[in-house]
């Protein structure tokens, strides 16, 4: 079974602080996401990687950066917490897409972010 | 671009009665098609997905939807609903050639009461 975890389920830092959440998966696959996800609004992308130290915008990257330096794990950075940054955030990973395949992603728990 | 339409946002309903979960999507390519369901403090799963061939998909767990082409829509039924389908369902399209990616719509919440 795949498997992705997040470092966190829940989180409260403080305005101006700057936040790691961490990402690991553990079935080789080569594409990483994060989403957050709002009453309202569904998931919205952040950032996306397709492989080490690569990476791509989404839909909803102010505010935010990500690291990958390796293959399994994929952190999400806030570099200075704001209130509206308070949310659920999930991470979810899949094979590399090939062409016009689709291969399914897998999610974590999610972290539920509160910043004060 | 894409978007995704979930016409509702809370669906209550009783036990053992049918229910629709309705989702409208537009785009400017080719989509794949998904029902991603949470249950409670739980991650995202996914129940069905149409990638192409019959319209008509089926879950494990009775839910089944149907590709609508001409009216961009993937709507989810169930002829008798549990109280374990307690949870919030997810429509999301991923555009080909676009390395996977989904965009999902605003969510349903699916309540059943005994």
């Known amino acids: 079974d795949v498997k992705v975890t997040q470092s966190s389920r829940y989180l409260v830092k403080r305005t101006g602080e700057k936040v790691f959440l961490e990402c690991v998966q553990d079935m080789d696959h080569e594409n990483m996401f994060w989403y957050r996800q709002d009453p309202g609004l569904g998931l919205r992308l952040i950032y996306f990687s397709y492989d080490v130290k690569m990476k791509e915008k989404g839909d909803i990257p102010e505010g935010y950066s990500v690291s990958r330096e390796k293959k399994e794990r994929f952190s999400l950075i806030l570099e200075s917490a704001s209130t509206n940054q308070t949310s659920m955030y999930l991470c979810?990973?899949?094979?590399?897409?090939?062409?016009?395949?689709?291969?399914?992603?897998?999610f974590g728990p999610g972290t539920r972010l509160t910043v004060l | 671009a894409q978007s995704v339409t979930q016409l509702d946002s809370q669906v209550p309903v009783f036990e053992e009665a049918p229910v629709e979960l309705r989702c409208n999507y537009s785009s400017s390519v080719s989509v794949y098609l998904f029902w991603y369901v949470q249950y409670p403090n739980q991650g995202l799963q996914l129940l069905l997905k149409?990638?192409?061939?019959?319209?008509l998909v089926e879950s494990i767990n009775g839910f089944e939807a149907e590709f609508n082409k001409s009216q961009t829509s993937f709507h989810l039924r169930k002829p008798s609903v549990h109280i374990s389908d307690t949870a919030e369902y997810f429509c999301?399209?991923?555009?080909?050639?676009?390395?996977?990616?989904?965009?999902f719509g605003q969510g349903t919440e699916l309540s059943v009461k005994p």
């Open positions: 979810a990973s899949s094979l590399w897409v090939r062409g016009g395949s689709y291969n399914e992603q897998f």
């Open positions: 999301a399209v991923s555009p080909y050639n676009q390395g996977g990616k989904l965009i």
């Open positions: 149409y990638l192409s061939g019959s319209t």
